[in-house]
């Protein structure tokens, strides 16, 4: 029997429908190269004329261990203020201001988040911290919208792993909704109370450490799904503790790692989720890590419910057999 699952962060419905189901191995299939040649690679270290001016980097004197630069193609540029113009009754615009910055993850055109060390996740993910934290002292932006695609299917252009962190003039629908969702929920925060119930239950438990818990959320809508959330309860990254920081970095590799083990090479996108700079209200900073092994169709497209073939309780059981921390430990 299908279930009908609430996500309680965004209000929507979701269909578990795990008797159509679907070993891990029922969704391989090879990952499309993004780009075969590397001695071409702009964000390669010796190519970085290729690129505008970094506005940061990290890292030893004479070298870059993390690059950020600005979008050479940016969806979001500018600073003129947003002034929404109407033309005609159904003709409303504004300016896209903003910024849109590339985050090169490395030095190494082949090592995607998976492969990074303990000290370049850490390095990675201060880097994110930083930049954030530069959008919410900049006038006129109010959130900034952290991704990372790896794989054609998941929209990559480029295969040198990065990042790309948006900092936008409005707060976005996805982020709305999930304000929304803490400012609804009757308990103290949600997304504590969701690592609590995760907790007690534990067979949707993926990993744990002493900075972050890793769930197969319950309202999954897509296979393998992973929410990493911070144990800590901070509303914004750019200002959460930077060990806690560095915890999540971590736990974004070990889930990769995890994946891999499971379903085989796999495009994914990788989604920060952080209050608006300015917000009150309730917020708990998390990450999402959605593989992209199945394509939105007409039903989910037309409704906007997704039908998640794999029971969450059954992908965090696959993704733990393959947790290599708790196999090392
Ligand atoms: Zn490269
Ligand atoms: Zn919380
Ligand atoms: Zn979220």
């Given at each position: 029997?299908?279930?009908?699952?609430?996500d309680?962060?965004?209000?929507?419905?979701?269909?578990?429908?795990?008797?159509?189901?679907?070993?891990?191995d029922?969704?391989?299939r090879?990952v499309?190269e993004?780009?075969?040649?590397?001695?071409?690679?702009?964000?390669?270290?010796?190519?970085?004329?290729?690129?505008?001016?970094?506005?940061?980097?990290?890292?030893?004197?004479?070298?870059?261990?993390?690059?950020?630069?600005p979008?050479?193609?940016?969806?979001?540029?500018?600073?003129?203020?947003?002034?929404?113009?109407?033309?005609?009754?159904?003709?409303?615009?504004?300016?896209?201001?903003g910024?849109?910055?590339?985050?090169?993850?490395?030095?190494?055109?082949?090592v995607?988040w998976?492969?990074?060390?303990?000290?370049?996740?850490?390095?990675?993910?201060?880097a994110?911290?930083?930049?954030?934290?530069e959008?919410?002292?900049?006038?006129?932006?109010?959130?900034?919208?952290?991704?990372?695609?790896?794989?054609?299917?998941?929209?990559?252009?480029?295969?040198h792993p990065?990042?790309?962190?948006?900092?936008?003039?409005?707060?976005?629908?996805?982020?709305?909704?999930?304000?929304?969702?803490?400012?609804?929920?009757?308990?103290?925060?949600?997304?504590?109370?969701?690592?609590?119930?995760?907790?007690?239950?534990?067979?949707?438990?993926v990993?744990?450490?002493?900075?972050?818990?890793?769930?197969?959320?319950?309202w999954?809508?897509?296979?393998?799904?992973?929410?990493?959330i911070?144990k800590a309860h901070d509303?914004?990254?750019?200002?959460?503790?930077?060990l806690?920081v560095?915890?999540?970095?971590?736990?974004i590799?070990?889930?990769?790692?995890?994946?891999?083990?499971?379903?085989?090479?796999?495009?994914?996108?990788?989604?920060?989720?952080?209050a608006?700079?300015?917000?009150?209200?309730?917020?708990?900073?998390?990450?999402?890590?959605?593989?992209?092994?199945?394509?939105?169709?007409?039903?989910?497209?037309?409704?906007?419910?997704?039908?998640?073939?794999?029971?969450?309780?059954?992908?965090?059981?696959?993704?733990?057999?393959n947790?290599?921390?708790?196999?090392?430990?």
């Amino acid at each position: 029997m299908s279930q009908l699952r609430l996500d309680p962060l965004t209000g929507r419905w979701v269909v578990i429908a795990a008797e159509r189901a679907a070993r891990p191995d029922a969704f391989v299939r090879p990952v499309l190269e993004v780009q075969a040649d590397p001695s071409r690679c702009p964000f390669c270290p010796g190519n970085e004329e290729a690129t505008p001016p970094a506005l940061e980097t990290y890292g030893p004197n004479g070298g870059w261990l993390v690059r950020v630069v600005p979008n050479l193609y940016p969806a979001f540029a500018g600073d003129e203020p947003m002034a929404v113009s109407t033309f005609g009754p159904v003709f409303t615009q504004a300016p896209a201001s903003g910024i849109h910055e590339v985050l090169v993850l490395s030095p190494e055109h082949s090592v995607p988040w998976s492969g990074l060390s303990d000290a370049q996740a850490g390095l990675v993910m201060a880097a994110i911290r930083d930049r954030v934290a530069e959008h919410a002292s900049t006038a006129g932006l109010r959130y900034s919208q952290v991704i990372v695609n790896s794989g054609r299917e998941a929209g990559a252009s480029l295969e040198h792993p990065h990042a790309q962190l948006l900092g936008m003039p409005f707060v976005p629908r996805e982020v709305a909704d999930e304000q929304a969702g803490f400012a609804r929920f009757e308990g103290n925060c949600l997304l504590c109370t969701v690592a609590d119930a995760e907790q007690g239950v534990g067979h949707r438990i993926v990993q744990e450490d002493e900075r972050a818990i890793v769930v197969c959320p319950y309202w999954s809508g897509t296979p393998y799904e992973m929410l990493i959330i911070p144990k800590a309860h901070d509303a914004h990254i750019h200002r959460a503790a930077p060990l806690d920081v560095a915890g999540v970095g971590r736990a974004i590799r070990d889930c990769l790692v995890s994946l891999e083990a499971t379903v085989g090479p796999v495009a994914y996108n990788v989604v920060f989720h952080a209050a608006p700079y300015r917000a009150s209200g309730g917020f708990h900073w998390h990450v999402h890590l959605l593989p992209k092994l199945t394509t939105r169709a007409g039903f989910e497209l037309g409704t906007g419910v997704p039908i998640n073939l794999v029971a969450p309780e059954d992908a965090a059981g696959a993704l733990r057999a393959n947790d290599q921390t708790a196999a090392a430990s």
